[in-house]
């Protein structure tokens, strides 16, 4: 069983829509949270983090997280074409010293004009 | 200035070769890490230092080995390359080893793409 798992995609919106990314982490322990954006090509950009139940926006990124269900989501609203990229969970699996992030494999996102 | 580079971005080589990813970070971080991200977009973490020690090594081969002259660079050596080493190699870094939070966001280089023919 995966540790974080993502829909591989791709996921297709039409510009001006809310995209919904979705991802289920096994470690019940887990307290950092976080979605990552990776263009094509390029490096892993953090763009949103959580750590406490319920919803947190940040313009127009909006992070869920429901602990009891292992959930995190990522929610888009206006979506624009610059949107498309790669989105990369991330969660803190293990409670030690180390810090380690353990990301699933990404859900590919095309926003279509 | 970029916070986290590494070089060189793009390597092609042939297996057996051994060959070395550099990596420094100018921003006063004292932890750095090896990520390995694979065809499938999986990124991996290699190794984790503290201040030049060794923190976390993810089983991964003893061809690859990790140096840490100082705080600001960590650079990777990998042994009798594999076809299988074909992967985009991350390094990050972060102010701190311990719980990721706010205050302690890793910061990922660009990438190094190290292709082995």
């Known amino acids: ?113 | 200035d970029t916070a986290v580079s590494q070089t060189p971005k793009y390597l092609v080589t042939q297996m057996g070769n051994d060959k070395s990813i550099k990596c420094e970070q100018n921003l006063g971080h004292d932890t750095m890490y090896w990520y390995k991200q694979d065809s499938k977009k999986f990124l991996k973490i290699m190794f984790s230092y503290n201040n030049k020690e060794l923190i976390i090594n993810e089983t991964v081969p003893n061809r690859f080995s990790p140096k840490s002259p100082d705080k600001a660079h960590l650079n990777l050596h990998i042994n009798s390359l594999e076809l299988g080493d074909s992967a985009v190699y991350f390094c990050a870094s972060s102010r701190w080893t311990g719980l990721p939070n706010s205050g302690n966001t890793i910061y990922f280089g660009e990438g190094s793409w190290l292709t082995v023919v």
């Open chain 1, 1 to 113: 069983q995966k540790e974080v798992e993502q829909n591989s995609g791709p996921l297709s919106v039409p510009e001006g829509a809310i995209a919904s990314l979705n991802c289920t982490y096994s470690d019940r322990v887990s307290q950092s949270f976080f979605w990552y954006r990776q263009y094509s090509g390029k490096s892993p950009e953090l763009i949103m983090s959580i750590y406490s139940n319920g919803d947190k926006e940040d313009g127009r990124f909006t992070a869920q997280l429901n602990k009891a269900s292992q959930y995190v989501s990522l929610l888009i609203r206006d979506s624009q074409p610059s949107d498309s990229a790669t989105y990369l969970c991330a969660v803190n699996i293990r409670d030690n010293a180390g810090n380690m992030l353990t990301f699933g494999g990404g859900t590919r996102l095309m926003v279509k004009p």
